[in-house]
Structures are given as structure tokens and as C-alpha cells.
């Protein structure tokens, strides 16, 4: 089975305990690292607190019972349930419309102007570019497809 639709499985569990419990999901990804597989699943609160260890434990004690009755995983893996963190890797359109005016980090594949890591305030995110404004209030405009990864600024 693929990856996207073990998400899609796995998303579809979800969708109304989380809510019903205060709480919405991040992301879902199912991966291979090293020899090992890993169903993580990212959840938030709904009422802004932090995610605690005990809502980590009562979502992954359902959803564990919930892979176990439907068994739509075939290989052996690992199932982490967490907070996406301070600084949450941005990646779809609702994330990017929530935090639009924040700092962040971009990661890029190919360097521009010979920095592959850029930071500043998020601006509109389309399906082409990324805007992007810097500390001089210089706004840059980043194709889509050269950006790695969009991650909030961890600001102490």
C-alpha cells in the first residue's frame, strides 16, 4: 500500500476523535529511515495550550487500537505521536495562511544569491512562489519548486 494512502487511512481515523477530544491535526507521514517505519502523527490543540504528554498518550492509545481492529499497515513500524513543535515545518495551505506576517526559516534546494537558508517575514504563498520579506523590509519572491522546507522561527 502506499504511503499517501496509508495517510489518508490514518487521517480518516482521526477525524472526528480529535476534534471531539480539543484538538486538530498537523500533519500525518508515514516513512522509511534506516530499516525502520514510522507513522507520525502531529496533532495541535484547538484551544492554543500546549500539547502535553497525556494528549499524546490518549491519541496514540486511540489510534493504536484503531490500527489494530483495521490493520492497514502490512510491515512492522513505529507510531510516534507528537506536537509539531515551536518551530512546525509549514507545508500546506491552511498552515501557511495561519502563520502569514510570522518570521521563518526557508530552507532552499539550490542556493540564491549563495544562501540555501533564508529567514524572514512570510508573505502570500501561491502554488508558484513564496514571498518572503527580510530584516531591510526587501521583499523576495522564491519559486515554489526550489523551496525544502518552511519552518517557524524559534525566537527566544
Same mark, same amino acid.
Request: charged share 35%.
Given at each position: 500500500?502506499?504511503?499517501?494512502?496509508?495517510?489518508?487511512?490514518?487521517?480518516?481515523?482521526?477525524?472526528?476523535?480529535? =476534534?471531539?477530544?480539543?484538538?486538530?491535526?498537523?500533519?500525518?507521514?508515514?516513512?522509511?529511515? %534506516?530499516?525502520?517505519?514510522?507513522?507520525?502523527?502531529?496533532?495541535?490543540?484547538?484551544? %492554543?495550550?500546549?500539547?502535553?504528554?497525556?494528549?499524546?498518550?490518549?491519541?496514540?492509545?486511540?489510534?493504536?487500537?484503531? +490500527?489494530?481492529?483495521?490493520? /492497514?499497515? =502490512?510491515?512492522?513500524?513505529? &507510531?510516534?505521536?507528537?506536537?509539531? %513543535?515551536?518551530?512546525?515545518? +509549514?507545508?500546506?495551505?491552511?498552515?501557511?495562511?495561519?502563520?502569514? %506576517?510570522?518570521?521563518?526559516?526557508?530552507?532552499?534546494?539550490? /542556493?540564491?544569491?549563495?544562501?540555501?537558508? &533564508?529567514?524572514?517575514?512570510?508573505?502570500?504563498?501561491?502554488?508558484?512562489?513564496?514571498? &518572503?520579506?527580510?530584516?531591510?523590509?526587501?521583499?523576495? &519572491?522564491?519559486?515554489?519548486?526550489?523551496?525544502?522546507?518552511?519552518?517557524?522561527?524559534?525566537?527566544?
Amino acid at each position: 500500500m502506499s504511503k499517501k494512502k496509508i495517510t489518508e487511512i490514518v487521517c480518516g481515523m482521526l477525524e472526528t476523535f480529535l =476534534p471531539e477530544n480539543g484538538f486538530s491535526l498537523w500533519d500525518c507521514e508515514y516513512v522509511k529511515e %534506516g530499516p525502520d517505519r514510522y507513522l507520525r502523527v502531529y496533532i495541535d490543540r484547538t484551544d %492554543g495550550a500546549y500539547i502535553s504528554t497525556d494528549d499524546c498518550e490518549l491519541v496514540s492509545r486511540f489510534l493504536d487500537e484503531r +490500527l489494530d481492529e483495521e490493520d /492497514p499497515i =502490512p510491515e512492522n513500524y513505529i &507510531l510516534e505521536v507528537s506536537s509539531p %513543535g515551536l518551530d512546525r515545518e +509549514l507545508s500546506k495551505p491552511e498552515h501557511f495562511a495561519a502563520y502569514r %506576517g510570522e518570521q521563518v526559516d526557508v530552507r532552499l534546494y539550490r /542556493p540564491l544569491n549563495g544562501e540555501k537558508e &533564508l529567514t524572514g517575514i512570510l508573505g502570500e504563498v501561491t502554488e508558484d512562489t513564496v514571498s &518572503l520579506t527580510g530584516e531591510g523590509g526587501e521583499e523576495t &519572491l522564491l519559486p515554489r519548486k526550489d523551496v525544502a522546507k518552511i519552518r517557524l522561527t524559534v525566537i527566544f
